[in-house]
């Protein structure tokens, strides 16, 4: 881990202002703590030699008081500017995986850890860490000087020693980023590992599998642990080095005011600013030793909440013909996956036309790759594609926990009228009269509450409200009973009517009404479409 990285600072310009002021709030309270230190030597001087003690003490009274609403600044600037930094990295961090191509964005468990933990775990990083070393840049400046006017021989050990922090403190930084990053991949991995049996819980229970589970969550979570408190021990045992190097170089600047002191060389009130003031030179950097542990994890999860952050979103150019026959056009498109050697698609030259296009071919031969190449949300990895907007569902449709209406208008703001319009052309006012608040109706994850054939309904009917020029269906009829399937073609024929669909299906009742139909050969035989 770098003492500094300006990637943060330059990425999210919202970081700047706060660490600005929690860095000069730092410096101040810096400053007011040396005065304080000699207010209080001359107050305790005063009260020693008898002399009245007013002036120094409301000096001290006057100082402590505005440490203190220094300090109380810096805590409320400090949760302000954690809570305002950490959204905006979580918010620019979600805005580029929802333009990042499937293969380009981080798979589902690791972007939930960095959305949640790592955006929540840059917040000491930014709002302690960074004002602590600024802080530490100028403080054991102003404490130096101050010495140097005070006591010069003081001031000596204090530089002589001085040094010895920081690069006591590089060196735990190197061996605590080494165990960072492994606790980082351990947290990651607990958090995949659990969403997916939480995920898959109903049918581990079905198999008979669930307390397997048990077993494996534990293992996984007991090298989270063993890491959690590797990392723990290197903090502690570091504070506590830091500590004693710096008591020690107060004690040695204590000893030799001390001795100077016996033999008459210097004055108690000299004697005592310099053993005040020495502690003001170290505690910033102690505090830097400090907040580098809280901060660690924050700048783990910087690295991977930026990365990428400075690569364009790549989008397929819209095709230049906008109102003519051709929507979308494929000129020796293929993809391959990443870690794959053959492609999944390859070479498919065509052209998405008006109405209803039936896209065939045996199971694995790259329909639904090639639909999801269509539709942006993988990059061709050979030849030239135009296509305009495009409303993609997919085999697993996302179906939000959120309201019926809620469901129907994501990604489109159509009106109740039109709502209305395409329930009705789709069969889903008859699902929606059904339930218990009609469209207000809440649903559970993945459309919980619904049947397949209600679903299949529901997400059509979206697609029918979008307003995206291509509608691309992945087995709309898949595993749906004849009667539901009936329906979704009729309505799949009538949305055609409306703008251009292709669908992926093995439903020959479906492909035969198509008006274009798309073959592709299988793998090991396939040149390309036949359209
Ligand atoms: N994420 C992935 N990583 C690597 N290979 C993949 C991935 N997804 C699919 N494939 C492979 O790409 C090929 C095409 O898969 P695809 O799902 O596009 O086929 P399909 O024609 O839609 O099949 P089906 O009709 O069974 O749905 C298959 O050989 C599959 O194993």
Same mark, same amino acid.
């Given at each position: 881990?770098?003492?500094?990285?300006?990637?943060?600072?330059?990425?999210?310009?919202?970081?700047?202002?706060?660490?600005?002021? *929690?860095?000069?709030?730092?410096?101040?309270?810096?400053?007011?703590?040396?005065?304080?230190?000699?207010?209080?030597?001359?107050?305790?001087?005063?009260?020693?030699?008898?002399?009245?003690?007013?002036?120094?003490?409301?000096?001290?009274?006057?100082?402590?008081?505005?440490?203190?609403?220094?300090?109380?600044?810096?805590?409320?600037?400090?949760?302000?500017?954690?809570?305002?930094?950490?959204?905006?990295?979580?918010?620019?961090?979600?805005?580029?995986?929802?333009?990042?191509?499937?293969?380009?964005?981080?798979?589902?468990?690791?972007?939930?850890?960095?959305?949640?933990?790592?955006?929540?775990?840059?917040?000491?990083?930014?709002?302690?860490?960074?004002?602590?070393?600024?802080?530490?840049?100028?403080?054991?400046?102003?404490?130096?000087?101050?010495?140097?006017?005070?006591?010069?021989?003081?001031?000596?050990?204090?530089?002589?020693?001085?040094?010895?922090?920081?690069?006591?403190?590089?060196?735990?930084?190197?061996?605590?980023?080494?165990?960072?990053?492994?606790?980082?991949?351990?947290?990651?991995?607990?958090?995949?590992?659990?969403?997916?049996?939480?995920?898959?819980?109903?049918?581990?229970?079905?198999?008979?599998? %669930?307390?397997?589970?048990?077993?494996?969550?534990?293992?996984?979570?007991?090298?989270?642990?063993?890491?959690?408190?590797?990392?723990?021990?290197?903090?502690?045992?570091?504070?506590?080095?830091?500590?004693?190097?710096?008591?020690?170089?107060?004690?040695?600047?204590?000893?030799?005011?001390?001795?100077?002191?016996?033999?008459?060389?210097?004055? &108690?009130?000299?004697? *005592?600013?310099?053993?005040?003031?020495?502690?003001?030179?170290?505690?910033?950097?102690?505090?830097?030793?400090?907040?580098?542990?809280?901060?660690?994890?924050?700048?783990?999860?910087?690295?991977?909440?930026?990365?990428?952050?400075?690569?364009?979103?790549?989008?397929?150019?819209?095709?230049?013909?906008?109102?003519? &026959?051709?929507?979308?056009?494929?000129?020796?498109?293929?993809?391959?996956?990443?870690?794959?050697?053959?492609?999944?698609?390859?070479?498919?030259?065509?052209?998405?036309?008006?109405?209803?296009?039936?896209?065939?071919?045996?199971?694995?031969?790259?329909?639904?790759?090639?639909?999801?190449?269509?539709?942006?949300?993988?990059?061709?990895?050979?030849?030239? &594609?135009?296509?305009?907007?495009?409303?993609?569902?997919?085999?697993?449709?996302?179906?939000?926990?959120?309201?019926?209406?809620?469901?129907?208008?994501?990604?489109?703001?159509?009106?109740?009228?039109?709502?209305?319009?395409?329930?009705?052309?789709?069969?889903?006012?008859?699902?929606?009269?059904?339930?218990?608040?009609?469209?207000?109706?809440?649903?559970?994850?993945?459309?919980? %509450?619904?049947?397949?054939?209600?679903?299949?309904? &529901?997400?059509?009917?979206?697609?029918?409200?979008?307003?995206?020029?291509?509608?691309?269906?992945?087995?709309?009829?898949?595993?749906?009973?004849?009667?539901?399937?009936?329906?979704?073609?009729?309505?799949?024929?009538?949305?055609?009517?409306?703008?251009?669909?292709?669908?992926?299906?093995?439903?020959?009742?479906?492909?035969?009404?198509?008006?274009?139909?798309?073959?592709?050969?299988?793998?090991?035989?396939?040149?390309?479409?036949?359209?």
């Amino acid at each position: 881990m770098r003492p500094f990285d300006p990637q943060l600072l330059r990425a999210v310009p919202a970081t700047r202002l706060p660490v600005a002021l *929690l860095a000069l709030i730092g410096g101040l309270s810096g400053a007011v703590a040396i005065a304080q230190a000699i207010a209080v030597a001359h107050l305790v001087v005063a009260v020693v030699e008898g002399h009245s003690f007013w002036t120094p003490g409301l000096w001290v009274l006057g100082l402590f008081t505005l440490r203190g609403v220094l300090n109380a600044s810096t805590e409320t600037v400090a949760a302000h500017a954690g809570a305002r930094i950490s959204g905006a990295l979580r918010e620019g961090a979600m805005r580029r995986w929802m333009t990042q191509t499937a293969d380009e964005r981080p798979g589902p468990s690791a972007m939930l850890t960095m959305a949640t933990k790592g955006a929540a775990a840059v917040e000491p990083y930014v709002a302690r860490y960074l004002p602590a070393l600024v802080t530490a840049g100028v403080v054991p400046v102003f404490a130096i000087a101050a010495m140097l006017v005070v006591d010069w021989p003081s001031a000596l050990i204090v530089i002589v020693t001085l040094p010895l922090l920081p690069v006591f403190a590089a060196l735990i930084g190197r061996y605590t980023q080494r165990a960072t990053a492994e606790r980082w991949v351990e947290t990651t991995m607990l958090a995949g590992h659990f969403s997916d049996v939480v995920a898959g819980l109903p049918t581990l229970v079905a198999y008979g599998r %669930g307390e397997h589970q048990v077993e494996q969550i534990h293992r996984v979570g007991e090298r989270h642990r063993s890491a959690t408190m590797r990392t723990l021990r290197i903090a502690f045992l570091s504070s506590a080095a830091l500590d004693l190097l710096a008591t020690i170089s107060v004690a040695m600047v204590a000893v030799a005011v001390g001795l100077r002191m016996a033999h008459g060389d210097v004055s &108690l009130l000299t004697g *005592l600013m310099a053993i005040l003031i020495a502690p003001e030179a170290y505690w910033p950097i102690r505090r830097v030793g400090q907040e580098f542990h809280a901060a660690a994890d924050g700048v783990e999860a910087i690295d991977s909440l930026l990365a990428g952050s400075d690569a364009r979103p790549w989008h397929a150019p819209a095709p230049e013909q906008a109102g003519g &026959l051709a929507r979308a056009m494929l000129s020796g498109v293929s993809y391959i996956y990443p870690g794959q050697q053959s492609p999944a698609v390859s070479g498919v030259t065509s052209v998405v036309r008006d109405g209803l296009t039936a896209l065939t071919g045996p199971s694995g031969c790259g329909k639904s790759t090639l639909l999801e190449v269509i539709a942006g949300a993988r990059r061709p990895t050979a030849g030239r &594609l135009e296509v305009p907007s495009t409303h993609l569902v997919s085999q697993r449709p996302f179906i939000a926990p959120m309201s019926v209406r809620a469901n129907l208008t994501l990604g489109n703001d159509a009106s109740v009228d039109e709502i209305r319009e395409a329930m009705a052309a789709t069969g889903f006012d008859d699902v929606v009269l059904g339930m218990p608040d009609g469209v207000n109706t809440s649903l559970g994850d993945e459309g919980f %509450g619904l049947s397949a054939g209600q679903r299949a309904r &529901l997400v059509l009917t979206r697609a029918w409200l979008s307003d995206a020029a291509i509608v691309l269906l992945d087995e709309p009829t898949a595993h749906l009973d004849p009667a539901s399937a009936a329906d979704i073609r009729e309505a799949i024929v009538a949305l055609a009517a409306r703008k251009p669909v292709v669908v992926v299906t093995h439903d020959e009742e479906l492909a035969a009404r198509a008006d274009n139909q798309w073959r592709i050969a299988a793998r090991s035989t396939r040149d390309e479409v036949t359209a």
